[in-house]
Structures are given as structure tokens and as C-alpha cells.
């Protein structure tokens, strides 16, 4: 009864005010393109990152098309980059030791790659137009961690904010975090599935398999650039730069790996084939594909620090599992000793 006169009450005010009804005629309006705008987005990326009937190349160029809306702020990621580690304001060392965190959180739950990923694209896209105090930044950080938790992983896997807070050693509320959570999305405009670097990985290592021989196939190997992709995404660097370059010069870096000539060249004249798709200028590949192997080697490199689960097993208890999710976590059971043994 209540709704009803309530909106009897709203109709005769917009009946006797014409320039009201106008007004929000004209506000539905633009409403309605922001959303269909941003449901086509939406349906475009679940359409070329899903199981299509597209070819790789046609879903490159339609994640190409989509690349540019969802690209980090550079002006916002200079000024991180430039800022002085002084405790008061975002730096580049900060932000990457928070995504290392994050990267050992996804390994801890055995969340997919997609996740991580789009919790860095998320991430630093927030960070490069607003600025944050280093304080806030474990709670941006998570915050962003989960909203890919629950674009990318299926329901059952999907944590409690709550326990996430947890097992990655914060102090602040599920309050807090929800209302973080709340931030981030508004000023993202609510923009979570991103065509992200992992995206184009994919598709540029199944359109360079498509034309090689079986041999060639056993070459790349999708599981091995994407834990180097996982590398990359830990430096700061890399923001910076287009996903779909980062992708090219991570295929680029590991063909020239390889040690057959034959197989090389048929790779190379496929890279070649999609420098000319992906409109991928020469220098640029070069000077991307050098990044990425000075990030490698000083990933591989004993005094590198590498995102590991040590400082998250210590509260991991048995007592603590026990009030977990058990379809996200699952405790370990040591065999019982038998008495006889004894």
C-alpha cells in the first residue's frame, strides 16, 4: 500500500511539473546508455573469452577493440611511480609487494589464473586515479582480490570476506571492506570483466599453434607463460604497458628460448602474422620483450623475492581449518599410528 501512493504521489508531482518530467526523462535516458553500453562490453568479453565458435584471430581483434577502455590512467601511474618511499604515499615497491601477496593468497587457495589476474588489472587501474594512503592499500588490494574472486571462480569456491580477512593477516572488518569494496567499484563505473593480458595469451598462443606441426606444437608450452606472465605481473613496470604487448613480447621472448632453428622460424613467421593483426610495432616489441627477460632472470635469482605461502601456513591451524569453507580448503590428515607400533 505504501509503494502505491507512493507512486501515485511521484506521478501527479511529475504531472503538474512538466520540466521535472523532461529532466528525468532525459536522466533515464543516459542511464539507459551507460548500461546497455556496459552490458555489450560485458557480453563481448564473455563472448571472446569463452568457449566461441570464433577464430583466434577474430577474438583477438574484438579484445584489441576492447583494450583501450580498460586501460590504467598513465598520468595516475607515473606519479606512483615517481613518488618518494616516505610512508605517506603510494609507491611502486608497495604496490608490487602487495601483488605478490595477492599472488600467494591465489596459490594458498588454488584459485585460477584468471583471478589473479584480473585482481592486478583491477588493482592497478584503481590505484592510477586515486591516491591512496599506504595504509588503505591491504585493504584495496583484497578488496580488488575478491571482487575477481567472485567474477572468475564458481560459487561453491568463492571464500567469506570474512575468512579471506583472516588468512591473508589483516586487521580490518568485513565492514571496512565491503565499503572499500563499494569505492572500488565506483570508480572503476563498475567495469570488473577487463580483457586482461592473460586474455590475449591465450588466444595469441592458440592462433601460433593453429599453424604449426605437431613438434612445434610441444614448443610453447601455455603453462609455462603463464607462470612467467604471473612474474611479470609483480613488477611495477609492466602497468604501463598494453596487454596485448606484454602478450606478444612474453611469446616472442620464450620461441627465441628454444634452440630449433626450424621450429623458431615457423613461430617467427606467426609472430610476424600477428604484429600486423595486432598493429604491434617492431621497437616496441623489442624494448617489451627485453623487460621480460630482465624480470625473469631477476625472478629466478636467489635474492628476488618470491611470493611463497610460508607466512600464511603459520595460522592455518587445524582449529582454524575446521571453520573454514571445506570446499575451498581441505585439511591434511596425518595416518593413525597403530598401537601395536608403539
Request: contains cysteine; proline residues 3%; hydrophobic residues 40%.
Amino acid at each position: 500500500m505504501l509503494y502505491f501512493v507512493s507512486r501515485v504521489q511521484i506521478i501527479r508531482l511529475l504531472t503538474q511539473n512538466p520540466q521535472i518530467w523532461i529532466t528525468w526523462h532525459v536522466v533515464f535516458i543516459f542511464l539507459f546508455q551507460i548500461i546497455s553500453t556496459f552490458s555489450c562490453s560485458l557480453q563481448m568479453i564473455d563472448t571472446v573469452t569463452g568457449a566461441g565458435v570464433q577464430s583466434s584471430a577474430a577474438q583477438l581483434k574484438t579484445l584489441i577493440d576492447l583494450e583501450a577502455r580498460y586501460q590504467p590512467k598513465l598520468s595516475g601511474l607515473r606519479l606512483i611511480e615517481c613518488a618518494q618511499d616516505n610512508g605517506l604515499r603510494m609507491t611502486a615497491k608497495l604496490r608490487e609487494l602487495e601483488v605478490k601477496d595477492l599472488l600467494s593468497l591465489s596459490r594458498f587457495f588454488g584459485f585460477s589464473a584468471e583471478t589473479f589476474s584480473l585482481a592486478v588489472s583491477l588493482l592497478d587501474r584503481f590505484l592510477s586515479v586515486m591516491k591512496i594512503q599506504p595504509k588503505h592499500l591491504s585493504c584495496v588490494g583484497l578488496c580488488c582480490f575478491y571482487i575477481a574472486i567472485k567474477s572468475s571462480e564458481e560459487e561453491k569456491n568463492v571464500p567469506l570476506a570474512n575468512d579471506l580477512i583472516r588468512i591473508s593477516q589483516n586487521r580490518f572488518t568485513v565492514s571496512d571492506m565491503m565499503r572499500m569494496e563499494k569505492i572500488v567499484m565506483e570508480k572503476l563505473y563498475w567495469k570488473v570483466k577487463a580483457p586482461t593480458t592473460l586474455h590475449f595469451l591465450r588466444l595469441i598462443h592458440s592462433h601460433i599453434q593453429e599453424q604449426l606441426d605437431s613438434e612445434g606444437k610441444m614448443i610453447l608450452s601455455i603453462e609455462r607463460l603463464e607462470s612467467q606472465l604471473k612474474a611479470c605481473h609483480c613488477s611495477f613496470a609492466f602497468s604501463k604497458i598494453k596487454p596485448s604487448l606484454l602478450a606478444m613480447a612474453l611469446v616472442c621472448y620464450e620461441a627465441q628460448d628454444q634452440h630449433d632453428p626450424e621450429q623458431i622460424d615457423q613461430i617467427s613467421e606467426a609472430v610476424k602474422s600477428l604484429q600486423k593483426l595486432l598493429n604491434v610495432r617492431d621497437g616496441d616489441l623489442v624494448c617489451v620483450r627485453e623487460l621480460v627477460r630482465k624480470c625473469l632472470a631477476e625472478y629466478a635469482t636467489t635474492k628476488c623475492f618470491k611470493p611463497h605461502c610460508l607466512r600464511l601456513r603459520w595460522t592455518i591451524s587445524g582449529r582454524t581449518a575446521r571453520q573454514l569453507k571445506h570446499s575451498y580448503y581441505k585439511i591434511a590428515h596425518l595416518p593413525t599410528i597403530p598401537e601395536s607400533a608403539c
